[in-house]
């Protein structure tokens, strides 16, 4: 079946360093790439999706790229701020963007001053 | 837009009562899924519906957890003799169901199950 790793569990970082959060999948299938938020108490929210390869997805200043040679989708930032503090999940779907998800084990990313 | 509601937020039972969690989609979106967050085993998908037809429950564990969607404006989750095990977020998200490119489930809030 479908698998979603991510190896950082815990990441701490001090605000305005740059942040990369992996995320690797297998899948036999044509896969969908998503990135969720979840902040404290809240609903995880989209911040990314992608199914094209090689070609860089970005919103609100997050950016990753999947890379179908490598089963990769990793997210990265250029400069965390303090209000980026939270849960970021990756997540898969197969052949198409409305299917069931497959999400990694999350990711905590806490930013301090 | 509301956006996904669920009710109630927190619900805590006695071990070998019935929970029955509600789920509210967003008005236009026509597929419907239900997760579960636990810290252990993280988000986990249990199962979902489109235009109401239940499409994939592979996810629902086979004895005490069911899930119905009997019309287009809401979906339960009902868990028979809930068990500490079952202590979790319940999380319910709807998408547009088209298929397409763009399509994207949006979460509600969740139902925090506690069973004592």
């Known amino acids: 079946g479908d698998s979603v790793t991510q190896t950082e569990g815990l990441v701490t970082l001090t605000k305005g360093l740059p942040v990369m959060l992996n995320c690797t999948y297998q899948t036999t299938y044509s896969p969908f790439l998503f990135w969720y938020v979840q902040h404290l108490n809240e609903a995880p929210k989209l911040l990314l999706k992608?199914?094209?390869?090689?070609k860089r997805t970005e919103h609100q200043g997050f950016y990753a790229t999947l890379h179908k040679s490598s089963s990769s989708f990793h997210l990265q930032k250029s400069s965390v701020q303090l209000s980026d503090s939270a849960l970021y999940f990756c997540?898969?779907?197969?052949?198409?963007?409305?299917?069931?998800?497959?999400f990694g084990g999350g990711t905590r990313l806490t930013v301090r001053p | 837009n509301a956006g996904v509601i669920q009710t109630p937020r927190h619900k805590v039972t006695g071990k070998g009562q019935e929970a029955t969690l509600w789920c509210e989609p967003i008005s236009g979106h026509s597929a419907v899924f239900w997760y579960r967050q636990t810290i252990v085993q993280g988000l986990e998908f249990l199962t979902y519906f489109r235009n109401q037809a239940p499409i994939d429950d592979s996810g629902m564990p086979k004895e005490r957890f069911s899930a119905q969607m009997p019309n287009q404006s809401h979906s339960t989750l009902k868990i028979q003799s809930t068990q500490p095990q079952d202590s979790a977020v319940y999380l319910c998200a709807s998408s547009l169901g088209d298929w397409g490119d763009q399509d994207t489930q949006y979460f509600g809030p969740g139902t925090r199950l506690l069973v004592l």
């Open positions: 997540a898969l779907s197969e052949d198409n963007a409305g299917a069931k998800l497959t």
């Open positions: 992608s199914s094209t390869d090689n």
